[in-house]
């Protein structure tokens, strides 16, 4: 059973508007969270994280909250870039053992 | 500073074949993973290792065998490649400095392209 899951496999959003991209999680054991996001014929890059003791991180257009109880995090971009068009994964930690879960993936694509 | 590597960019193998995927790192990271990437599936583990010398099993490890001889090489083994391992293979390193935030940050490959025929 998916742990992790992006339950919406794709979003489109006009250049200049927020992209928000959501993850659900069920392991109330998970205590670090991650995106990453993927080109084509790229390797995936890490973008941003948040461990769950805090419920909100900020790294410049992007800003990830975390909502414990409702075992949700989601993932904001504001304004949206054209080059923002992407595959994003959401991931969760597995104990402290290193090892990340991710979730199926959502495919944003950004109009200019 | 290249990152991690992987070989060869792509693939075709008949079925029943046996077949290497390389990955090297020049990072120094203690902390190696394959995953395979499949539509609709994200991101699957198939085994990793914490440090040279250990190996472990991850979420879809049947079919696969790993070795860990060095820091630097993570080779991916397919002993009798059938047609449902076609897939997309990153191989991904992590620093695993223990008590750090950012053991869980992996840094991944480009990727390697296998179609089973």
């Known amino acids: 059973d998916q742990q992790v899951k992006q339950n919406s496999p794709s979003l489109s959003v006009q250049e200049g508007r927020i992209s928000i991209l959501n993850c659900d999680y069920t392991n109330s054991m998970f205590d670090y969270f991650l995106w990453y996001k993927k080109y084509p014929a790229e390797g995936p890059t890490f973008l941003i994280s948040i461990s769950s003791i805090k419920d909100k991180n900020e790294d410049g257009r992007f800003t990830v909250f975390l909502n414990k109880s409702a075992k949700h995090l989601s993932l904001h971009i504001v304004p949206s870039q054209p080059g923002d068009s992407a595959v994003y994964f959401c991931a969760a930690n597995s104990g402290n053992t290193g090892k990340l879960i991710f979730g199926q993936g959502t495919t944003l694509q950004v109009k200019p | 500073i290249a990152g991690i590597t992987q070989a060869p960019t792509s693939q075709i193998l008949a079925a029943g074949r046996r077949m290497t995927l390389r990955c090297t790192q020049d990072m120094r990271h203690n902390a190696m993973y394959w995953y395979r990437q499949d539509l609709g599936l994200g991101l699957r583990l198939i085994h990793y290792s914490n440090t040279a010398g250990t190996t472990g099993k991850g979420e879809v490890p049947d079919g696969y065998s790993v070795s860990r001889a060095n820091t630097d090489d993570f080779p991916l083994t397919l002993a009798s490649a059938v047609p449902s391992q076609t897939s997309v293979y990153f191989c991904?390193?992590?620093?695993?400095?223990?008590?750090?935030?950012?053991?869980?940050?992996?840094?991944f490959g480009p990727g390697t392209r296998l179609t089973v025929t």
């Open positions: 991904a390193s992590s620093d695993g400095a223990s008590g750090e935030s950012e053991v869980y940050e992996q840094y």
